[in-house]
Nanobody, 115 residues
Framework: QVQLVESGGGLVQAGGSLRLSCAAS????????MGWYRQAPGKQRELVAT???????SYADSVKGRFTISRDNAKNTVYLQMNSLKPEDTAVYYC?????????WGQGTQVTVSS
């Protein structure tokens, strides 16, 4: 059974930082492509950042230079370091794992940035 469990969300003031974690189980994590997505109220879910099994990363234009995605294969965990947070970053953040051509999602963690 595949499970992705996010943590690290919370309330932060604009300009602050948070680090999200996503712990995976039930997959061979080292060969999974991982990503972070977010969904704000009334909006569609959007891609934030991805990291391949080889460590290549990509980012949405809106977060480039502020967010960093990384992975620790020994801990089966992917991270999203979020700096210089803005109120428009407020959303539920979801972890997604792609493994053997199937996509798996976590339950999400709320990030709220106050102005």
């Amino acid at each position: 059974q595949v499970q992705l469990v996010e943590s690290g969300g919370g309330l932060v003031q604009a300009g602050g930082s948070l680090r999200l974690s996503c712990a995976a189980s039930g997959i061979i994590f080292s060969i999974a492509a991982m990503g972070w997505y977010r969904q704000a109220p009334g909006k569609q879910r959007e891609l934030v950042a991805t990291i391949t099994s080889g460590g290549s990363t990509s980012y949405a234009d809106s977060v480039k230079g502020r967010f960093t995605i990384s992975r620790d294969n020994a801990k089966n965990t992917v991270y999203l370091q979020m700096n210089s947070l803005k109120p428009e970053d407020t959303a539920v953040y979801y972890c997604r794992g792609t493994y053997t051509r199937a996509n798996y999602w976590g339950q999400g963690t709320q990030v709220t940035v106050s102005s």
